[in-house]
């Protein structure tokens, strides 16, 4: 099991840059609140460790919103219907009940539930007023409101700095605190607001890591970290509750049958709960969708594996769980996706997990079928040996002993409960 702040870290920057909607709208919009707030914390006389919360909060503000109102992101405010935005207005509450499980980040939890309140009392969740509002929720709704801006949307083009700087002086006293906001303009004027930059967000995720998270993280937290973000990307789809960390555990079932060294091992753990990671930029309209795909909407879901790749190779201490990842919809004939790899050469390890993800496809319920019961699942992956499923993974697959399907499945209906 891989432990340790850094492998930490880099779950936590892997949860935030998918989230944000399709087609790179708001991509890496938690990433550019996250740096844009720590710098305004700094420069309004926050403590490091403050900053890093405000770093974390930035990151970790819209948590809430996976899998509630994405379509939110893609349309402009008063366009939305009341039940939208009612939705909308829970997530700053989502996200503060789903920061409280993320170990050694709880105290997170109030700067997330009054990331919306305005200066003026008119923002949500609970219509907090001036400096009622406690400080770095002040400078999360600037951030938030700014990067926002800063960025495309399907509705209209990227604001450039001076139409930013019209919109925080028209809303100072209004959604903005006023020392916030004076400082944003301050900083804006005289040009030294730093552009966000990977790299140098990269950093700043350690910084802040090193700031609020102990040295050794324990595989406890990491395991715990992992389950919420699998919860996140199931949480997408309403009919694959569970299924993340089902795709891991059998995952690591079937590598027991194989001797698979520790490494190995790990990357079928931590890449099986992070295998469909891609998903959290699927839009929600795909993937509950009951009818036939259009082709448009069918490219979101084969880009899945490759984007959730993508992300995993670009964080250092993520970089060895990127293959299983991007090949776990290879089938063994050629005919599966991204790539249409076959045989040999798909690794074993998304030879691994492309079984124990069918398996589990096949045993839940689907917006178009009900569930198959184990047995008729089992016989599917021994007659698809050699077309669909590798046949050494499919061999060992059958070999994983009882008990560990039967604990699914228990735990299964414990979730539908
Ligand atoms: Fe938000
Ligand atoms: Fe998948
Ligand atoms: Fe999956």
Sequence with gaps: MDSGRAFYAGLLEALTSVMGSAKGYLRDHGPRVAMLSSHLGRELGLSKAQCSELFFGGILSDMGMVGLAEDAWENPTPALSADVRERVQRHPQRSEERVRGVPHLQDLAPLLRHHHEWWDGSGYSDGLTGEGIALGARVLRLADTVAALGQKRPHRGALGPEAITEVVQAGLGKEFAPDVGE????????????????????????????????????????????????????????????????????????????????????????????????????????????????????????????????????????????????????????????????????????????????????????????????????????????????????????????????????????LNR
Excluded at 222 to 249: E, M
Excluded at 344 to 369: E, F, G, N
Excluded at 374 to 382: M, Q
Aim: charged share 25%.
């Design 183 to 414: 400082c944003f303009l301050t900083l804006q004027r005289a040009g030294s607001l730093p552009l966000f930059d990977k790299e140098s967000y990269r950093h700043t995720v350690m910084r802040a890591a090193e700031s609020l998270l102990p040295e050794e993280v324990s595989p406890l937290s990491t395991s715990q970290l992992l389950t919420i973000i699998a919860n996140l990307i199931d949480a997408k789809d309403p009919y694959t509750a569970g299924h993340s960390r089902r795709v891991a555990v059998l995952s690591v079932a079937v590598a027991e049958q194989f001797d698979l060294d520790a490494h190995t091992r790990s990357a079928l753990w931590a890449g099986g709960y992070l295998h469909d990671l891609g998903k959290l930029a699927v839009p929600l309209r795909v993937l509950a969708k009951s009818g036939r795909l259009t082709e448009e909407e069918f490219a979101f879901i084969r880009a899945h594996p490759s984007d959730g790749a993508e992300i995993l190779e670009g964080i250092p201490t993520l970089q060895h769980l990127t293959t299983g990842v991007r090949y776990h919809h290879e089938k063994w004939d050629g005919s599966g996706y991204p790539e249409g790899l076959s045989g040999d050469s798909i690794p074993l390890v998304a030879q691994i997990m492309a079984v124990c993800d069918a398996y589990d496809a096949m045993t839940s319920t689907r917006a178009y079928r009900n569930s198959r019961d184990p047995e008729f699942a089992r016989g599917e992956v021994a007659k698809e040996s050699g077309t669909q499923f590798g046949p050494l993974a499919a061999e060992a697959f059958l070999r994983v002993p009882e008990k560990i399907f039967e604990n699914l499945q228990a735990q299964r209906l414990d």
